[in-house]
Protein backbone atom coordinates (compact mmCIF):
# COMPACT_ATOMS: atom_id res chain seq x y z
CA UNK A 1 0.00 0.00 0.00
CA UNK A 2 1.03 3.65 -0.22
CA UNK A 3 3.54 4.88 2.72
CA UNK A 4 4.35 8.04 3.63
CA UNK A 5 6.52 10.36 6.13
CA UNK A 6 9.15 7.73 7.95
CA UNK A 7 10.63 8.40 11.02
CA UNK A 8 14.16 6.46 11.39
CA UNK A 9 16.03 6.08 14.56
CA UNK A 10 19.11 3.66 15.32
CA UNK A 11 20.26 1.91 18.10
CA UNK A 12 23.65 3.53 19.78
CA UNK A 13 24.32 0.73 21.47
CA UNK A 14 23.71 -2.08 19.24
CA UNK A 15 23.60 -0.98 15.33
CA UNK A 16 21.75 -4.01 14.74
CA UNK A 17 18.59 -2.57 15.98
CA UNK A 18 16.57 -0.07 13.85
CA UNK A 19 12.90 1.42 15.19
CA UNK A 20 10.80 3.77 12.13
CA UNK A 21 7.74 4.63 12.38
CA UNK A 22 5.68 4.61 9.02
CA UNK A 23 2.51 6.50 8.03
CA UNK A 24 1.03 4.09 5.47
CA UNK A 25 -3.18 3.69 4.28
CA UNK A 26 -4.70 1.97 7.25
CA UNK A 27 -6.77 0.02 4.68
CA UNK A 28 -3.81 -0.56 2.28
CA UNK A 29 -2.49 -3.95 3.13
CA UNK A 30 -0.19 -5.83 3.96
CA UNK A 31 1.86 -2.98 5.46
CA UNK A 32 -0.22 -0.90 8.21
CA UNK A 33 0.63 2.25 9.70
CA UNK A 34 2.99 2.48 13.58
CA UNK A 35 6.21 1.23 14.83
CA UNK A 36 8.86 -0.91 13.12
CA UNK A 37 11.25 -2.93 14.60
CA UNK A 38 14.55 -4.66 12.25
CA UNK A 39 16.99 -6.71 14.32
CA UNK A 40 19.19 -7.19 11.23
CA UNK A 41 19.77 -3.65 10.05
CA UNK A 42 16.75 -3.66 8.20
CA UNK A 43 16.91 -7.28 5.91
CA UNK A 44 13.38 -7.98 8.04
CA UNK A 45 10.62 -6.14 9.84
CA UNK A 46 8.70 -6.11 12.63
CA UNK A 47 5.11 -4.09 13.20
CA UNK A 48 4.93 -3.74 16.96
CA UNK A 49 2.42 -1.14 17.65
CA UNK A 50 -0.12 0.78 15.38
CA UNK A 51 0.77 3.94 17.33
CA UNK A 52 1.48 7.00 14.93
CA UNK A 53 -0.30 10.23 15.96
CA UNK A 54 -0.34 12.81 13.39
CA UNK A 55 2.25 11.52 10.99
CA UNK A 56 2.16 14.68 8.62
CA UNK A 57 3.03 16.96 11.65
CA UNK A 58 5.21 14.18 13.51
CA UNK A 59 6.97 11.36 13.13
CA UNK A 60 9.97 11.36 15.10
CA UNK A 61 11.28 8.40 16.94
CA UNK A 62 14.41 8.29 19.51
CA UNK A 63 15.79 5.22 21.07
CA UNK A 64 18.10 5.95 24.16
CA UNK A 65 21.30 5.59 23.38
CA UNK A 66 22.45 2.83 26.39
CA UNK A 67 18.88 1.19 25.89
CA UNK A 68 17.42 0.02 22.97
CA UNK A 69 14.22 -1.07 24.27
CA UNK A 70 13.64 3.16 25.73
CA UNK A 71 11.90 4.46 22.46
CA UNK A 72 10.41 7.82 22.51
CA UNK A 73 8.14 8.77 19.86
CA UNK A 74 6.68 12.10 19.32
CA UNK A 75 3.47 13.31 18.69
CA UNK A 76 1.26 13.94 21.89
CA UNK A 77 -0.65 17.29 22.79
CA UNK A 78 -0.03 16.61 26.37
CA UNK A 79 3.84 15.72 26.26
CA UNK A 80 5.47 13.10 24.66
CA UNK A 81 5.03 8.38 24.17
CA UNK A 82 7.87 6.35 25.81
CA UNK A 83 7.84 2.29 25.41
CA UNK A 84 9.91 0.48 27.64
CA UNK A 85 9.50 -2.48 25.73
CA UNK A 86 11.19 -1.92 22.81
CA UNK A 87 8.03 0.09 21.26
CA UNK A 88 5.01 -2.67 21.62
CA UNK A 89 3.58 -0.76 24.08
CA UNK A 90 3.77 3.03 24.69
CA UNK A 91 2.51 5.43 27.43
CA UNK A 92 1.24 9.09 27.09
CA UNK A 93 3.58 11.36 29.60
CA UNK A 94 1.95 14.24 30.81
CA UNK A 95 5.18 16.71 30.72
CA UNK A 96 3.46 19.65 32.21
CA UNK A 97 4.77 21.86 29.90
CA UNK A 98 4.00 22.88 26.25
CA UNK A 99 3.12 19.73 24.17
CA UNK A 100 3.39 19.60 20.25
CA UNK A 101 6.91 18.09 20.52
CA UNK A 102 8.52 17.55 17.71
CA UNK A 103 12.05 16.91 18.22
CA UNK A 104 14.11 15.32 21.07
CA UNK A 105 18.26 14.59 21.82
CA UNK A 106 19.09 12.59 24.13
CA UNK A 107 22.29 12.61 26.14
CA UNK A 108 24.77 9.94 24.94
CA UNK A 109 26.47 9.91 28.27
CA UNK A 110 23.82 10.63 30.81
CA UNK A 111 20.54 9.37 28.93
CA UNK A 112 18.46 10.79 31.90
CA UNK A 113 18.88 14.23 30.53
CA UNK A 114 16.40 14.76 27.63
CA UNK A 115 15.71 18.27 25.68
CA UNK A 116 12.87 18.78 23.52
CA UNK A 117 11.94 21.44 21.06
CA UNK A 118 8.55 21.81 20.27
CA UNK A 119 5.94 24.45 19.09
CA UNK A 120 6.53 26.11 22.77
CA UNK A 121 10.03 26.24 22.72
CA UNK A 122 12.70 24.11 24.31
CA UNK A 123 12.06 22.16 27.78
CA UNK A 124 14.98 19.70 29.48
CA UNK A 125 14.34 16.96 31.75
CA UNK A 126 17.46 15.69 34.04
CA UNK A 127 15.31 12.10 35.17
CA UNK A 128 14.18 10.69 31.73
CA UNK A 129 11.68 12.36 31.67
CA UNK A 130 9.58 12.22 34.75
CA UNK A 131 9.57 16.13 35.39
CA UNK A 132 10.35 19.01 33.12
CA UNK A 133 12.52 22.72 32.92
CA UNK A 134 10.41 24.97 30.21
CA UNK A 135 13.06 27.56 29.00
CA UNK A 136 11.79 30.85 29.45
CA UNK A 137 15.14 32.50 28.23
CA UNK A 138 14.90 31.80 24.42
CA UNK A 139 13.19 35.08 22.50
CA UNK A 140 12.06 33.07 19.63
CA UNK A 141 8.28 34.29 19.81
CA UNK A 142 6.32 33.45 16.39
CA UNK A 143 3.90 36.02 15.83
CA UNK A 144 1.35 36.05 13.34
CA UNK A 145 -0.13 40.19 14.16
CA UNK A 146 0.41 42.61 16.70
CA UNK A 147 -1.30 45.62 17.25
CA UNK A 148 -0.22 48.57 20.42
CA UNK A 149 -2.23 51.04 22.65
CA UNK A 150 -1.79 54.76 23.63
CA UNK A 151 -1.00 53.41 27.58
CA UNK A 152 2.06 54.33 29.14
CA UNK A 153 4.12 52.49 28.77
CA UNK A 154 2.05 51.06 25.82
CA UNK A 155 0.98 47.92 25.14
CA UNK A 156 2.12 45.69 22.93
CA UNK A 157 -0.64 42.88 21.77
CA UNK A 158 -0.57 39.66 19.15
CA UNK A 159 -0.87 36.06 18.31
CA UNK A 160 1.86 33.41 18.51
CA UNK A 161 2.07 30.17 16.48
CA UNK A 162 0.03 27.51 18.72
CA UNK A 163 1.01 29.70 22.04
CA UNK A 164 -2.17 31.83 22.36
CA UNK A 165 -2.57 35.49 22.29
CA UNK A 166 -0.04 37.60 24.79
CA UNK A 167 0.57 41.87 26.11
CA UNK A 168 3.68 42.89 27.20
CA UNK A 169 4.42 46.50 28.17
CA UNK A 170 6.77 48.41 26.14
CA UNK A 171 9.35 49.02 29.25
CA UNK A 172 9.13 48.23 32.77
CA UNK A 173 9.59 50.35 35.78
CA UNK A 174 12.79 47.99 36.68
CA UNK A 175 16.40 48.65 35.36
CA UNK A 176 16.82 45.14 34.12
CA UNK A 177 14.57 45.65 31.79
CA UNK A 178 11.20 44.03 30.26
CA UNK A 179 11.09 40.26 31.50
CA UNK A 180 8.69 37.24 31.20
CA UNK A 181 7.15 38.39 34.30
CA UNK A 182 5.60 41.13 33.09
CA UNK A 183 3.68 39.35 29.95
CA UNK A 184 0.38 38.11 30.33
CA UNK A 185 -1.76 35.80 28.23
CA UNK A 186 -4.78 37.19 27.12
CA UNK A 187 -5.94 34.09 24.42
CA UNK A 188 -5.46 30.29 23.89
CA UNK A 189 -5.37 28.47 20.68
CA UNK A 190 -3.01 29.31 17.99
CA UNK A 191 -2.93 33.29 18.93
CA UNK A 192 -3.79 35.01 15.54
CA UNK A 193 -5.66 38.90 16.25
CA UNK A 194 -5.79 41.18 18.55
CA UNK A 195 -7.20 44.69 17.72
CA UNK A 196 -7.35 47.22 20.18
CA UNK A 197 -11.18 48.68 20.39
CA UNK A 198 -9.22 50.95 23.08
CA UNK A 199 -6.54 51.48 25.64
CA UNK A 200 -8.96 48.83 27.72
CA UNK A 201 -10.55 46.57 25.80
CA UNK A 202 -9.25 44.17 23.27
CA UNK A 203 -10.75 41.79 20.29
CA UNK A 204 -8.80 38.26 20.78
CA UNK A 205 -9.25 35.83 17.95
CA UNK A 206 -7.67 32.51 17.54
CA UNK A 207 -7.61 30.49 14.53
CA UNK A 208 -10.52 30.18 12.05
CA UNK A 209 -12.31 33.11 13.38
CA UNK A 210 -12.94 32.20 16.80
CA UNK A 211 -13.15 35.88 18.47
CA UNK A 212 -13.63 37.19 22.36
CA UNK A 213 -13.87 40.91 23.56
CA UNK A 214 -11.55 41.18 26.33
CA UNK A 215 -11.15 43.58 29.42
CA UNK A 216 -7.82 44.40 30.12
CA UNK A 217 -8.34 45.86 33.49
CA UNK A 218 -10.49 42.97 35.05
CA UNK A 219 -9.82 40.16 32.33
CA UNK A 220 -13.72 39.56 31.82
CA UNK A 221 -14.69 38.51 28.23
CA UNK A 222 -17.15 37.87 26.21
CA UNK A 223 -17.50 35.29 22.77
CA UNK A 224 -18.51 37.71 19.89
CA UNK A 225 -17.06 35.33 16.70
CA UNK A 226 -16.44 33.71 14.26
CA UNK A 227 -19.93 35.19 13.45
CA UNK A 228 -22.83 33.96 16.38
CA UNK A 229 -25.16 30.66 15.33
CA UNK A 230 -28.05 32.82 13.85
CA UNK A 231 -26.02 34.52 11.49
CA UNK A 232 -24.23 30.83 10.16
CA UNK A 233 -25.26 29.23 7.31
CA UNK A 234 -28.41 26.58 7.30
CA UNK A 235 -28.76 23.18 6.99
CA UNK A 236 -28.18 22.44 3.03
CA UNK A 237 -25.85 25.68 2.66
CA UNK A 238 -22.39 25.59 1.83
CA UNK A 239 -20.31 26.29 5.19
CA UNK A 240 -18.76 29.57 5.33
CA UNK A 241 -14.43 29.17 4.09
CA UNK A 242 -12.34 30.92 7.30
CA UNK A 243 -8.73 31.58 6.46
CA UNK A 244 -6.54 30.01 9.43
CA UNK A 245 -5.46 33.94 10.65
CA UNK A 246 -8.73 35.55 9.94
CA UNK A 247 -9.12 39.20 9.44
CA UNK A 248 -10.11 41.09 12.09
CA UNK A 249 -10.52 44.97 12.32
CA UNK A 250 -11.70 47.79 14.52
CA UNK A 251 -13.47 50.96 12.50
CA UNK A 252 -11.19 54.09 12.73
CA UNK A 253 -14.37 55.74 12.54
CA UNK A 254 -16.02 54.45 14.79
CA UNK A 255 -15.36 51.06 17.83
CA UNK A 256 -18.33 49.72 18.06
CA UNK A 257 -18.14 48.73 14.30
CA UNK A 258 -15.91 45.39 14.06
CA UNK A 259 -15.16 43.77 10.64
CA UNK A 260 -14.36 40.04 10.01
CA UNK A 261 -14.43 37.65 7.10
CA UNK A 262 -14.92 33.87 5.62
CA UNK A 263 -15.51 33.75 2.19
CA UNK A 264 -17.94 36.81 2.42
CA UNK A 265 -17.21 40.02 4.72
CA UNK A 266 -19.25 40.83 7.85
CA UNK A 267 -19.90 43.81 9.95
CA UNK A 268 -21.07 44.38 13.56
CA UNK A 269 -22.34 47.48 14.52
CA UNK A 270 -22.84 46.60 18.10
CA UNK A 271 -19.22 45.60 19.25
CA UNK A 272 -19.78 42.17 17.08
CA UNK A 273 -22.88 41.15 19.12
CA UNK A 274 -24.37 40.43 15.80
CA UNK A 275 -23.63 40.37 12.38
CA UNK A 276 -24.39 40.91 8.84
CA UNK A 277 -22.64 39.71 5.66
CA UNK A 278 -22.28 43.12 3.51
CA UNK A 279 -20.68 41.44 0.32
CA UNK A 280 -21.16 38.17 -1.87
CA UNK A 281 -18.30 35.64 -1.86
CA UNK A 282 -15.38 37.93 -2.19
CA UNK A 283 -12.76 34.74 -3.11
CA UNK A 284 -12.61 33.17 -6.68
CA UNK A 285 -14.59 30.04 -4.80
CA UNK A 286 -12.21 27.82 -6.08
CA UNK A 287 -12.96 24.14 -5.63
CA UNK A 288 -9.55 22.67 -3.81
CA UNK A 289 -10.16 19.26 -5.16
CA UNK A 290 -9.88 20.06 -8.31
CA UNK A 291 -6.50 21.84 -7.49
CA UNK A 292 -3.66 20.08 -8.33
CA UNK A 293 -0.63 18.72 -6.13
CA UNK A 294 2.84 17.65 -7.94
CA UNK A 295 1.46 17.31 -11.37
CA UNK A 296 -2.06 15.66 -10.20
CA UNK A 297 -5.21 15.67 -8.10
CA UNK A 298 -4.97 15.00 -4.62
CA UNK A 299 -6.79 11.60 -4.54
CA UNK A 300 -9.35 10.96 -1.55
CA UNK A 301 -7.51 8.30 0.14
CA UNK A 302 -4.01 10.26 -0.10
CA UNK A 303 -2.05 9.94 2.90
CA UNK A 304 -2.67 13.10 5.25
CA UNK A 305 -4.49 14.69 3.06
CA UNK A 306 -5.87 18.36 3.57
CA UNK A 307 -4.10 18.15 7.20
CA UNK A 308 -3.72 21.31 8.74
CA UNK A 309 -5.57 23.98 6.87
CA UNK A 310 -9.20 22.60 5.51
CA UNK A 311 -10.13 26.03 4.26
CA UNK A 312 -9.22 27.45 0.68
CA UNK A 313 -10.41 30.79 -1.47
CA UNK A 314 -11.21 32.67 1.69
CA UNK A 315 -10.27 36.07 3.06
CA UNK A 316 -6.79 36.93 4.21
CA UNK A 317 -6.84 40.71 4.72
CA UNK A 318 -9.58 43.33 4.95
CA UNK A 319 -8.68 47.12 4.77
CA UNK A 320 -10.82 50.57 5.65
CA UNK A 321 -9.38 53.94 4.31
CA UNK A 322 -9.12 56.17 6.76
CA UNK A 323 -10.40 59.07 4.91
CA UNK A 324 -13.43 57.38 4.29
CA UNK A 325 -15.66 54.69 6.01
CA UNK A 326 -17.42 53.44 3.05
CA UNK A 327 -14.25 52.68 1.09
CA UNK A 328 -13.02 48.79 1.93
CA UNK A 329 -10.89 46.48 0.02
CA UNK A 330 -10.60 42.67 1.20
CA UNK A 331 -7.98 40.55 -0.32
CA UNK A 332 -8.15 36.63 -0.23
CA UNK A 333 -5.28 33.86 -0.63
CA UNK A 334 -6.41 32.63 -3.94
CA UNK A 335 -5.13 35.98 -5.10
CA UNK A 336 -8.81 37.77 -5.64
CA UNK A 337 -8.59 41.51 -5.00
CA UNK A 338 -12.04 43.29 -4.49
CA UNK A 339 -13.48 47.12 -3.42
CA UNK A 340 -16.29 48.96 -2.39
CA UNK A 341 -16.52 52.92 -2.01
CA UNK A 342 -20.36 52.66 -0.83
CA UNK A 343 -20.05 50.05 2.25
CA UNK A 344 -20.44 46.58 0.97
CA UNK A 345 -23.93 47.55 -1.16
CA UNK A 346 -21.33 47.15 -4.53
CA UNK A 347 -18.13 45.13 -5.25
CA UNK A 348 -15.93 45.66 -7.70
CA UNK A 349 -12.96 43.14 -8.39
CA UNK A 350 -9.73 44.75 -8.99
CA UNK A 351 -7.45 41.27 -9.64
CA UNK A 352 -7.54 41.55 -13.41
CA UNK A 353 -6.24 44.90 -13.51
CA UNK A 354 -2.76 44.13 -11.53
CA UNK A 355 -0.07 43.22 -14.28
CA UNK A 356 2.50 41.80 -13.14
CA UNK A 357 0.89 39.18 -10.57
CA UNK A 358 1.22 35.86 -11.49
CA UNK A 359 -2.70 34.54 -10.85
CA UNK A 360 -3.47 32.95 -7.33
CA UNK A 361 -1.28 34.66 -5.12
CA UNK A 362 -1.64 34.96 -1.28
CA UNK A 363 -2.71 38.74 -0.87
CA UNK A 364 -0.86 39.24 2.56
CA UNK A 365 -1.31 43.02 2.99
CA UNK A 366 -3.48 45.97 2.02
CA UNK A 367 -3.16 49.42 3.32
CA UNK A 368 -5.58 52.14 2.12
CA UNK A 369 -3.95 55.55 2.12
CA UNK A 370 -4.59 58.48 4.94
CA UNK A 371 -2.93 60.81 2.21
CA UNK A 372 -4.83 60.00 -0.56
CA UNK A 373 -8.56 59.45 -1.21
CA UNK A 374 -7.37 56.80 -4.21
CA UNK A 375 -4.11 55.70 -3.02
CA UNK A 376 -3.79 51.72 -2.02
CA UNK A 377 -1.01 49.63 -1.38
CA UNK A 378 -1.32 45.41 -1.60
CA UNK A 379 1.40 43.12 -0.86
CA UNK A 380 1.34 39.40 -2.20
CA UNK A 381 2.96 36.62 -0.69
CA UNK A 382 3.93 34.17 -3.16
CA UNK A 383 6.03 30.94 -1.56
CA UNK A 384 2.22 28.87 -1.29
CA UNK A 385 3.17 28.54 -4.59
CA UNK A 386 6.97 27.99 -4.72
CA UNK A 387 6.97 32.50 -6.27
CA UNK A 388 9.86 33.70 -4.10
CA UNK A 389 9.60 37.24 -5.88
CA UNK A 390 8.69 40.39 -4.00
CA UNK A 391 5.43 41.72 -4.61
CA UNK A 392 4.54 45.31 -3.55
CA UNK A 393 2.10 47.26 -5.80
CA UNK A 394 0.22 50.36 -5.97
CA UNK A 395 -2.47 52.11 -7.14
CA UNK A 396 -3.72 56.01 -7.08
CA UNK A 397 -6.99 55.40 -8.73
CA UNK A 398 -9.16 52.96 -6.66
CA UNK A 399 -7.09 50.10 -7.70
CA UNK A 400 -7.89 50.95 -11.85
CA UNK A 401 -4.39 50.78 -12.96
CA UNK A 402 -1.16 49.29 -10.53
CA UNK A 403 2.52 49.65 -10.46
CA UNK A 404 5.13 47.36 -8.56
CA UNK A 405 7.32 48.47 -6.22
CA UNK A 406 9.61 46.80 -5.37
CA UNK A 407 13.15 47.89 -6.65
CA UNK A 408 15.80 46.76 -3.99
CA UNK A 409 14.07 44.48 -2.34
CA UNK A 410 15.01 41.10 -2.07
CA UNK A 411 13.57 37.93 -3.89
CA UNK A 412 11.51 36.95 -1.03
CA UNK A 413 8.00 37.39 0.26
CA UNK A 414 6.47 40.38 1.35
CA UNK A 415 3.80 40.35 4.09
CA UNK A 416 3.10 43.53 5.34
CA UNK A 417 3.01 47.24 4.28
CA UNK A 418 2.84 50.33 6.41
CA UNK A 419 2.57 54.05 6.20
CA UNK A 420 4.45 56.22 7.89
CA UNK A 421 2.14 58.33 9.98
CA UNK A 422 3.07 62.17 8.94
CA UNK A 423 5.19 61.23 5.94
CA UNK A 424 3.66 60.30 3.12
CA UNK A 425 7.06 59.25 1.41
CA UNK A 426 8.20 56.68 3.97
CA UNK A 427 6.85 53.17 3.39
CA UNK A 428 8.54 49.97 5.63
CA UNK A 429 7.72 46.72 4.67
CA UNK A 430 7.76 43.35 6.61
CA UNK A 431 9.34 40.70 4.28
CA UNK A 432 10.67 37.50 5.19
CA UNK A 433 13.91 38.09 5.75
CA UNK A 434 13.52 40.99 7.63
CA UNK A 435 12.24 44.72 7.26
CA UNK A 436 12.96 47.39 4.33
CA UNK A 437 12.27 51.17 4.24
CA UNK A 438 11.59 53.21 1.34
CA UNK A 439 12.01 57.31 1.40
CA UNK A 440 10.38 57.78 -1.81
CA UNK A 441 7.32 56.35 -1.49
CA UNK A 442 8.74 52.77 -3.11
CA UNK A 443 10.48 53.98 -5.77
CA UNK A 444 14.08 52.24 -3.99
CA UNK A 445 14.12 50.10 -1.16
CA UNK A 446 16.91 49.46 1.86
CA UNK A 447 17.57 47.11 4.11
CA UNK A 448 16.42 48.59 8.02
CA UNK A 449 17.55 45.78 9.59
CA UNK A 450 20.81 47.11 11.56
CA UNK A 451 21.22 44.62 14.70
CA UNK A 452 18.09 42.81 13.22
CA UNK A 453 18.55 39.60 12.36
CA UNK A 454 17.12 37.96 8.80
CA UNK A 455 13.85 37.03 10.25
CA UNK A 456 9.84 36.62 8.52
CA UNK A 457 8.70 40.25 10.24
CA UNK A 458 4.64 39.55 9.61
CA UNK A 459 3.22 42.30 11.05
CA UNK A 460 4.64 45.99 12.33
CA UNK A 461 2.96 48.99 13.25
CA UNK A 462 3.76 52.38 14.37
CA UNK A 463 3.11 53.77 17.89
CA UNK A 464 2.41 57.17 17.02
CA UNK A 465 2.74 58.75 20.61
CA UNK A 466 6.31 57.33 21.03
CA UNK A 467 7.04 57.70 17.53
CA UNK A 468 8.45 53.46 17.67
CA UNK A 469 7.75 51.18 15.09
CA UNK A 470 6.99 47.75 16.21
CA UNK A 471 7.72 44.54 14.50
CA UNK A 472 5.99 40.94 15.00
CA UNK A 473 8.64 38.57 14.02
CA UNK A 474 8.04 34.93 13.20
CA UNK A 475 10.90 33.06 14.96
CA UNK A 476 11.77 36.13 17.11
CA UNK A 477 9.60 37.54 18.83
CA UNK A 478 9.15 41.67 18.98
CA UNK A 479 11.66 44.48 18.46
CA UNK A 480 11.01 48.00 18.55
CA UNK A 481 13.24 50.35 17.13
CA UNK A 482 11.86 53.54 19.62
CA UNK A 483 12.55 57.07 18.52
CA UNK A 484 11.81 55.96 14.96
CA UNK A 485 11.31 59.94 13.93
CA UNK A 486 14.35 60.56 12.27
CA UNK A 487 13.40 58.32 9.48
CA UNK A 488 10.79 60.21 8.73
CA UNK A 489 13.12 63.31 8.26
CA UNK A 490 15.16 61.83 5.80
CA UNK A 491 15.67 63.56 2.81
CA UNK A 492 17.91 63.81 -0.31
CA UNK A 493 19.66 66.44 0.98
CA UNK A 494 20.21 65.36 4.29
CA UNK A 495 21.78 61.94 2.79
CA UNK A 496 23.95 64.54 0.02
CA UNK A 497 24.92 66.84 3.10
CA UNK A 498 28.16 67.46 4.75
CA UNK A 499 25.81 65.98 8.39
CA UNK A 500 23.05 66.12 9.74
CA UNK A 501 21.38 66.61 13.52
CA UNK A 502 17.63 65.37 13.49
CA UNK A 503 15.65 66.71 16.12
CA UNK A 504 16.43 65.91 19.88
CA UNK A 505 12.95 64.51 20.86
CA UNK A 506 11.58 65.59 24.69
CA UNK A 507 13.33 63.64 27.70
CA UNK A 508 12.94 63.52 30.99
CA UNK A 509 15.34 62.49 34.05
CA UNK A 510 14.09 59.01 35.35
CA UNK A 511 15.81 57.37 38.19
CA UNK A 512 14.54 53.62 38.06
CA UNK A 513 15.25 51.22 40.34
CA UNK A 514 17.90 48.35 40.24
CA UNK A 515 15.94 46.37 42.45
CA UNK A 516 17.93 43.35 44.33
CA UNK A 517 18.05 39.95 42.08
CA UNK A 518 20.14 37.08 41.04
CA UNK A 519 18.70 35.73 37.55
CA UNK A 520 21.82 34.07 36.50
CA UNK A 521 21.09 33.05 32.86
CA UNK A 522 17.52 31.62 33.46
CA UNK A 523 15.88 34.63 31.87
CA UNK A 524 15.50 36.82 29.29
CA UNK A 525 15.30 40.11 29.79
CA UNK A 526 14.78 42.98 27.02
CA UNK A 527 15.71 46.62 27.70
CA UNK A 528 14.22 49.17 28.19
CA UNK A 529 13.62 52.37 26.35
CA UNK A 530 16.42 54.40 25.68
CA UNK A 531 16.70 56.82 28.76
CA UNK A 532 17.49 60.82 28.88
CA UNK A 533 17.80 62.86 25.41
CA UNK A 534 18.26 60.42 22.30
CA UNK A 535 20.67 62.10 19.82
CA UNK A 536 20.81 61.07 16.07
CA UNK A 537 22.57 62.51 13.63
CA UNK A 538 23.59 61.42 10.07
CA UNK A 539 27.10 61.54 9.18
CA UNK A 540 28.59 61.16 5.44
CA UNK A 541 31.50 58.56 4.74
CA UNK A 542 35.20 59.56 5.72
CA UNK A 543 33.84 61.67 8.58
CA UNK A 544 36.30 61.97 11.67
CA UNK A 545 35.49 61.32 15.38
CA UNK A 546 32.79 63.28 16.36
CA UNK A 547 32.13 65.38 19.25
CA UNK A 548 28.99 66.01 20.55
CA UNK A 549 28.94 69.73 23.09
CA UNK A 550 25.80 70.15 25.30
CA UNK A 551 24.61 73.50 26.14
CA UNK A 552 22.49 74.85 28.68
CA UNK A 553 20.12 78.50 28.02
CA UNK A 554 22.76 80.36 28.17
CA UNK A 555 24.80 79.04 26.05
CA UNK A 556 27.14 77.25 28.72
CA UNK A 557 28.88 73.79 27.86
CA UNK A 558 27.61 71.35 30.74
CA UNK A 559 28.48 68.34 29.08
CA UNK A 560 30.58 66.92 26.39
CA UNK A 561 30.27 63.55 24.71
CA UNK A 562 31.78 61.31 22.18
CA UNK A 563 29.50 59.79 19.51
CA UNK A 564 30.14 57.14 16.69
CA UNK A 565 31.17 58.31 13.93
CA UNK A 566 30.03 55.43 10.88
CA UNK A 567 28.81 56.56 7.76
CA UNK A 568 24.80 57.19 7.81
CA UNK A 569 22.62 57.22 10.83
CA UNK A 570 23.97 57.40 14.30
CA UNK A 571 22.57 57.31 17.98
CA UNK A 572 23.77 58.13 21.52
CA UNK A 573 22.25 59.18 24.57
CA UNK A 574 22.78 62.30 27.08
CA UNK A 575 21.50 61.11 30.81
CA UNK A 576 20.62 64.52 31.32
CA UNK A 577 23.86 64.99 34.16
CA UNK A 578 26.11 67.66 33.97
CA UNK A 579 29.83 66.79 33.35
CA UNK A 580 31.51 65.54 36.72
CA UNK A 581 33.33 68.22 38.77
CA UNK A 582 36.06 65.83 38.50
CA UNK A 583 37.15 67.05 35.20
CA UNK A 584 40.08 64.75 33.57
CA UNK A 585 40.34 66.70 30.47
CA UNK A 586 38.33 63.49 28.35
CA UNK A 587 35.27 64.21 26.73
CA UNK A 588 32.29 61.90 28.54
CA UNK A 589 29.87 59.65 26.91
CA UNK A 590 27.55 57.16 27.72
CA UNK A 591 27.41 53.65 26.30
CA UNK A 592 25.37 53.07 22.93
CA UNK A 593 23.77 50.13 24.70
CA UNK A 594 21.08 52.17 25.55
CA UNK A 595 20.41 53.86 22.49
CA UNK A 596 19.55 50.65 20.17
CA UNK A 597 16.67 48.89 18.75
CA UNK A 598 15.13 46.41 20.61
Same mark, same amino acid.
Given at each position: ?? /??????????????????????????????????????????????????????????????? /???????????????? @???????????? &??????????????????????????????? *??? %?????? &?? @?????????????????????????????? !???? #?????????? &??????????????? $?????????????????????????????????????????????????????????? &?????????????????????? !??????????? @?? %?????????? $??? %??????????????????????????????????????????????????????????????? *?????? /???????? =?? =????????????????????????? +???????????????????????????????????????????????????? $????????????? $???????? +?? +?????????????? =????????????????????????????????????????????????????? %??? +??????????????? #??????????????????????????????????
Amino acid at each position: GE /KGRIGLAISSSDSRTVCAVVESDPLGLPISPGVFRSLNRGETWEHLSSLNPRPMYYSRIYLDP /KDANRVYLMGSNRGLW @ISDDGGRGFREV &FSNVHGEDHVMWVDPENTNRLIVGGDGGVSI *SYD %RGLTWL &FR @INLPIGQFYDIAVNNRDPYLICGGLQDNGN !WCTP #SASKMAYGIS &FQDAFNIGGGDGMQS $VFEDDHTVLVSSQNGATVRLDLDNMERQTIGTVQLAERPQPGQPPYRWYWTTPLIVST &FNPNTVYTGANILFRSDDRGVS !WRAVSPDLTAN @ID %REALQMMGGL $VPL %RALSRHDGQINFSALTVIAESPLDRNLLYTGADDGTLQMTRDGGRNWTNLTAGIGGLPPGLNI *SGIVAS /KYAAGRVY =VT =VDGHFNDDYRPYIFVSEDYGKTWRG +IVTGLPPTSVHRIREHPANPNLLVAGLETGVYASFDRGAHWTNLGTNLPPVP $VYDLVYQERDNAL $VLGTHGRG +IW +ILDHAGPLSQITPD =VLGGAGFLFPVPPAHYQNIYSGQYWFGAGEFFAPNPPSGAVITYFLPAGADEL %RID +IADAAGRTIRTLRGP #SQPGINRTCWDLRRASPLDNGLPQQIGRASCRER
